[in-house]
């Protein structure tokens, strides 16, 4: 077990993506052992461990938090991931179960559109919460004192990037916990614990599993002690995947490394394209040698996502150019094979103007995708 840990660690990023997880090979089984559907397990005598109740454990949760734990902080022991039901359910079982009334929490004030809700739902428990934006590392002004720091880094949908390092090094001087939401870079663009941060936290239903059919969350963190108060939340909540969710996870990550690599190679070539374009402006991809996060990112990143943001000159020029749009949904979320592309003003919640895409770039090939987008521009400017 410690060879095949040390294995891991060492292996490359396509190696260990196609074998995250998997157990130990048995003759007659499958490489992958299929979604165990059981709501409660045989339990005779004593109450023992792992698989008792449906709600508290379940083997293919195991194997998938095996999995993405290999993925977040390969070849370390004492990382524990947990899998649940979504993104919010994973961030919101790391901000209550680590924080009580009168601790202070500080959140990104430009990161995912749902924390707005999740401040409030905190300030109702008597937690102050501070918020400052992610570019410029603004969020270390507001630390003093705080129980948690939460950051978004590349923020969703502004593509801000925050010195992850930096900030868990003030953090962690002024006893903080670090938190960092990874679903925008996924563990193969970025590794937050070995950055410094306490938890990983992140929406598997993004990149993660890439094909827009499954919501999921995890949280992968280093203390055992804030870990054991992730899992009772998840317990009390009972905000847990479904099996069936969790194994169609497991196999999409197994194509993770070719998704991320395929993807963020034809987003840097789609912001090449659209960089030319004159109704074009406020342009964002970290990836870009010239954007505002390349250089943070560029030491922090080793893949800079799918994710394209920029301005068109109205509302109307955006609808039309959406519509426009053949190779490109026009839907929300991210990180699918299947490029989409949404005028983010239309949720409200987000400080973009109204003319704001954003863009997650999918598997086309990627001069048919520039294509459809340039041909789309074109169709809309009239
Ligand atoms: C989508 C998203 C979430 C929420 O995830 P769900 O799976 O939709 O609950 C959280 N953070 C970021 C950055 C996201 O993009």
Redesign the pocket.
């Known amino acids: 077990m410690s060879d095949a840990t040390e294995y891991e660690g060492r292996a490359g990023d396509g190696t260990r993506a196609v074998r995250a997880g998997l157990p130990e090979p048995v003759k007659h089984e499958p490489t992958l052992p299929g979604p165990v559907f059981a709501a409660h397990f045989h339990l005779p005598g004593e109450v023992t461990g792992p698989y008792t109740y449906g709600r508290d454990d379940n083997p293919t949760w195991t194997l998938l938090e095996r999995a993405v734990g290999e993925l977040e902080a390969p070849g370390r022991e004492d990382v524990e991931t947990l899998v649940f039901a979504?993104?919010?359910?994973a961030?919101s079982a790391v901000l209550f179960s680590q924080v009580r009334a009168g601790d202070v929490v500080v959140l990104p004030s430009d990161?995912?559109q749902?924390l707005p809700l999740v401040r409030a739902q905190l300030e109702a428990y008597g937690v102050e919460v501070r918020t400052a934006p992610t570019g410029g590392d603004a969020q270390l002004e507001v630390l003093a004192g705080a129980r948690l720091l939460w950051l978004?880094s590349p923020s969703?949908p502004g593509l801000d990037v925050c010195d992850i390092r930096r900030l868990v090094e003030a953090a962690h001087a002024g006893g903080t916990l670090v938190a960092v939401?990874n679903?925008?870079a996924t563990p193969l663009g970025q590794r937050p614990l070995e950055l410094g941060a306490d938890f990983s936290v992140a929406?598997?239903?993004?990149q993660l599993t890439g094909h827009g059919d499954v919501?999921?969350?995890y949280v992968a963190g280093r203390d055992a002690e804030a870990m054991a108060a992730v899992r009772r939340w998840r317990k009390i909540v009972g905000a847990i995947s479904g099996p069936m969710e969790a194994w169609l996870a497991h196999r999409s990550i197994a194509t993770l490394h070719l998704r991320v690599d395929r993807q963020s190679a034809t987003a840097l070539r789609v912001a090449e394209a659209l960089r030319e374009r004159p109704e074009v402006s406020g342009l964002r991809y970290p990836g870009l040698p010239d954007d505002p996060s390349h250089k943070i990112a560029s030491r922090q990143m080793s893949r800079y996502g799918c994710v394209v943001s920029f301005t068109l000159p109205s509302r109307v020029h955006a609808e039309r150019f959406l519509e426009a749009l053949r190779l490109v949904e026009d839907a929300t979320?991210?990180g699918g094979v299947r490029s989409t592309a949404e005028r983010r003003g239309r949720w409200g919640g987000d400080a973009v103007s109204e003319g704001f895409i954003r863009l997650s770039v999918g598997a086309e090939d990627p001069e048919d995708l520039v294509a459809d987008l340039l041909r789309a521009l074109d169709a809309s400017a009239g």
């Open positions: 979504s993104g919010m359910a961030i990161g995912y749902v978004e969703n939401d679903t925008l929406s598997g239903t993004k919501l999921l969350g979320s991210f």
